[in-house]
């Protein structure tokens, strides 16, 4: 098995378990991997770290002894603030916990969306929260008609459950 950190044209960080390195690549040309996120086709792999398994059996080969060594100066990485990563993931995170809360607590009216959306409105429905897809066209006459509305992408990952 082999797990990979992957990554697609938006930014957005996963990862990927593979049978081998020739089964990703063959992934990646046919197009079946996606960003789980926002759905990107594109995703390419990021650099990782191996991971090895040793034999407990095999014996270390012997070392021998280093002469000390002055250290080396490393410029110091000034594109990110500490921290950056961490505060991505997090973000991330809270964005995935809020788009899962908005589907458990919304009705998927589909299609349907901008004539619900009217009738909620005129007060020709129950009023609760809907979601579902309305045309560009359809946007415009709700946002005309004083009918507020957000336009939230959701990936097709979040509309189910999770394993």
């Given at each position: 098995m082999l797990v990979?950190?992957?990554?697609?044209?938006?930014?957005?960080?996963?990862?990927?378990?593979?049978?081998s390195a020739t089964d990703f690549e063959s992934q990646q040309q046919r197009g079946l991997l996606s960003c789980p996120l926002c759905n990107s086709a594109n995703v390419r792999r990021m650099p990782s770290a191996p991971r090895l398994n040793l034999s407990a059996a095999a014996e270390p080969a012997p070392s021998q002894p280093r002469a000390p060594t002055s250290p080396v100066p490393v410029p110091a990485a000034s594109a990110l603030p500490p921290g950056a990563p961490?505060?991505?993931?997090?973000?991330?995170?809270?964005?995935?916990?809020?788009?899962?809360?908005?589907?458990?607590?919304?009705?998927?009216?589909?299609?349907?969306?901008?004539?619900?959306?009217?009738?909620?409105?005129?007060?020709?429905?129950?009023?609760?929260?809907?979601?579902?897809?309305a045309t560009p066209d359809e946007a415009r006459e709700l946002a005309d008609e004083?009918?507020?509305?957000v336009a939230l992408p959701v990936p097709d990952a979040l509309k189910d459950p999770l394993q």
């Open positions: 990979l950190n992957l990554a697609c044209d938006t930014g957005h960080s996963f990862e990927g378990w593979f049978a961490v505060i991505a993931v997090e973000l991330q995170k809270q964005v995935i916990q809020a788009v899962r809360t908005l589907m458990a607590n919304t009705e998927d009216v589909g299609d349907r969306f901008a004539t619900e959306a009217r009738r909620i409105h005129y007060g020709e429905a129950q009023e609760r929260g809907i979601r579902g897809r004083g009918i507020d509305i």
